[in-house]
T-cell receptor, first 114, second 114 residues
């Protein structure tokens, strides 16, 4: 069965620390990859997405992610986190090229200490 | 306007009640989605409507009944729910009809079934 794994469930960092959140998926076909963020009290919003082309994609607020096809991974990175990055981060995978289906990872709760 | 609105924000219902959740978007999106999110879990897809037709039903129990009266509105009718159905119900929409599209999420309706 297809699945999306986020291995870090809770991450605590100090401001200015670097961030990397892992995302791995199990699906052998074409995928479209997304990172969504949910700030406290707010709804899910898109951070960045990858469909094709350059495997290093840049999103909003200084976030970037790298698609490594051979590792079935799409890790999220930020060189220097801020307190305002405290949120829950979800990796999502769109399966195939002709369906509407997203599968979400289990989420990573990030807390940034001021 | 990139907003998806959902009403009500909170809903408490008994197991014999009938209620409805409402979702609205005015972005001209042609695909709309219902997700269920339990606490500390990722969103799980329930239904997808594309061009006002039901496209995906993820084996959801019949006590949940979706309806898409027009391209801007999506309802979820609830009847004879169980306490385990208590969750955050998220609506989303996307422009096209394939999973390359970014999904825009509403704030959700927090449902408690007593």
């Amino acid at each position: 069965a297809q699945s999306v794994s986020q291995h870090n469930h809770h991450v605590i960092l100090s401001e200015a620390a670097s961030l990397e959140l892992g995302c791995n998926y199990s699906y052998g076909g074409t995928v479209n990859l997304f990172w969504y963020v949910q700030y406290p009290g707010q709804h899910l919003q898109l951070l960045l997405k990858y469909f094709s082309g350059d495997p290093l994609v840049k999103g909003i607020k200084g976030f970037e992610a790298e698609f490594i096809k051979s590792k079935f991974s799409f890790n999220l990175r930020k060189p220097s986190v801020q307190w305002s990055d405290t949120a829950e981060y979800f990796c999502a995978v769109g399966l195939g090229s002709g369906t509407y289906k997203y599968i979400f990872g289990t989420g990573t709760r990030l807390k940034v200490l001021a | 306007d990139t907003e998806v609105t959902q009403t009500p924000k909170h809903l408490v219902m008994g197991m014999t009640n009938k209620k409805s959740l409402k979702c609205e978007q005015h972005m001209g999106h042609r695909a709309m989605y219902w997700y269920k999110q339990k606490a500390k879990k990722p969103p799980e897809l329930m239904f997808v409507y594309s061009y006002e037709k039901l496209s995906i039903n993820e084996s959801v129990p019949s006590r949940f009944s979706p309806e898409c009266p027009n391209s801007s509105l999506l309802n979820l009718h609830l009847h004879a729910l169980q306490p385990e159905d208590s969750a955050l119900y998220l609506c989303a929409s996307s422009q096209g009809d394939r999973n390359q599209e970014t999904q825009y999420f509403g704030p959700g309706t927090r449902l408690l079934v007593l």
